[in-house]
Structures are given as structure tokens and as C-alpha cells.
């Protein structure tokens, strides 16, 4: 008898234990931190494909799960920042991108090189890797709408390497990838708003290759000069 009340004193106290695992679980990834992959190339050589990140929620203002309610935030997105947020035209799904144009700013883009308002930016996370010939794309009509001097699209020709200059407008942001001739942004589905930004990402916590032949040997595969890296 005395050996089964110590069996569920003993289960008792292993529940109790896993209860508060689990809270403290969902406290710390409802709150503060959460994981993320990265799945595309549009941030290389800042964060490469096989990448996993801390997603450090509570910077911006930890959105209460289940509600449309925050928590204050410690500061607000700045120029220079890397966030994850979901873009307006994928409801759906996180990108992972640079904030380079804040509310207010005017932004243009000159053969690659950015300006913001007025002065050339020196950005050495970006890279420039596409040598060919840039072309006028059609999904960039949509700056006409925010051109700080005023155009008719027949004469707005804006391309991947050169556009604008366009304002930001109040609550919105604008974002860049810093694999910059392969990137899908800002420049092509325009601004994103406040409250779209769900997090910074801060470490990378594991980094893997591409698989090639199967799962075997993953060992081989992890880039440990990146797992615990800060992200700037």
C-alpha cells in the first residue's frame, strides 16, 4: 500500500512538472520566442536557406494569441531592422526581410544603388550578384499611387534596380531583401503595416545544408559556424 501511494505521489508530481513545462512552453512561444526557417534565398548572405532563427516576439509588441490585441511594444521597426511579418498580398504565409523606409521616408532606387530621402545609402549587408539587364516590371505600377513628384504610369517605368522616388506613408513600411536581384519585396506588393510585423529575428540556433541523398548523416550537414550567430 505505502509503495503504491509513493508510485502516484510520484505521478503526481511528474503531471505537475509537465503542466508547468507546457505553460511555460506556451508563454515563452505565445510571448517572447519563436522558431523559424528559412526557406528561400532572398536574404543571402544575412541568412542563408537551412537556417533556423529565434524569433524574438516581444520586441514589437507580442500579439496575444487568439486575439487582435498586443503587448507594448519596446520600440518600434527601424531602418536597418530584419523582420518577420506577413506580407499583403500572402496572408498566409512569414517572409523574413530588411526594413528600409520607415513612415515619412522618400525612397528611390538609381542602377541598384538606394537613396533615401535624397542621400545614397551605403548597405553593405546587400548584395548585387545579377549582372544582365534590367526591364520595366509590370507589378510596380502600383508605386504610381505613392511617387513624391506626380506621373502618369506612360511615363513611370519603374524596374528591379531602378524606381521612385515613392513616400511612405503613415503605419507602413518598406521592405528589401538583401539578396537584392532575387528577392521578392516591397518594391513588386508594396508597403506593409505596423501591425503585420510579428517579430525580429535574433539568433540562429541550427543551420543546415541541402539534403542530398537522403536524411542520413545530418551531423555532416549542420554549418556550425552559424548556429548561434546573432541576426543583424
Keep these: 500500500m505505502q509503495i503504491l501511494s509513493s508510485a502516484v ?6 503531471l505537475r512538472f509537465a503542466y508547468f513545462t507546457l505553460l511555460l512552453f506556451l508563454v515563452v512561444r505565445g510571448f517572447l520566442l519563436e522558431a523559424f526557417t528559412i526557406p528561400t534565398s532572398s536574404m543571402e548572405g544575412t541568412l542563408l536557406v537551412g ?10 509588441g507580442a500579439e496575444i ?12 521597426p527601424a531602418r536597418g531592422d530584419v523582420v518577420v511579418f506577413r506580407p499583403p498580398h500572402d496572408r498566409g504565409r512569414v517572409y523574413v ?9 522618400t525612397l528611390e532606387m538609381k542602377q ?3 537613396f533615401l530621402n535624397g542621400d545614397p545609402q551605403e548597405e553593405t549587408y546587400a548584395r548585387h550578384l545579377d549582372e544582365r539587364g534590367d526591364a520595366v516590371h509590370p507589378r510596380m505600377k502600383w508605386q ?3 511617387l513624391a513628384a506626380a506621373q502618369t504610369w506612360g511615363r ?31 518594391r513588386y506588393w508594396g508597403f506593409i503595416g505596423r501591425n ?26 549542420v554549418r556550425w559556424d552559424r548556429v548561434g550567430r546573432l541576426v543583424r
Design 112 to 114: 541598384k544603388t538606394l
Design 144 to 146: 504610381s499611387d505613392y
Design 65 to 76: 494569441p487568439g486575439t487582435e490585441t498586443r503587448l507594448p511594444a519596446i520600440r518600434d
Design 9 to 14: 505521489r510520484l505521478a503526481r508530481d511528474w
Design 156 to 186: 513611370y517605368a519603374p524596374s528591379r534596380d531602378t524606381w521612385g522616388p515613392i513616400v511612405v506613408p503613415d503605419g507602413r513600411f518598406f521592405v528589401l531583401g538583401d539578396n537584392r536581384d532575387n528577392s521578392e519585396d516591397s
Design 97 to 105: 526581410k530588411r526594413v528600409v523606409g520607415v513612415p515619412g521616408d
Design 51 to 60: 537556417d533556423f532563427l529565434f524569433v524574438n516576439k516581444a520586441l514589437y
Design 196 to 221: 503585420d510585423i510579428k517579430g525580429h529575428p535574433w539568433m540562429v540556433y541550427l543551420s543546415l545544408e541541402d539534403e542530398e541523398g537522403g536524411s542520413e548523416g545530418w551531423l555532416k550537414r
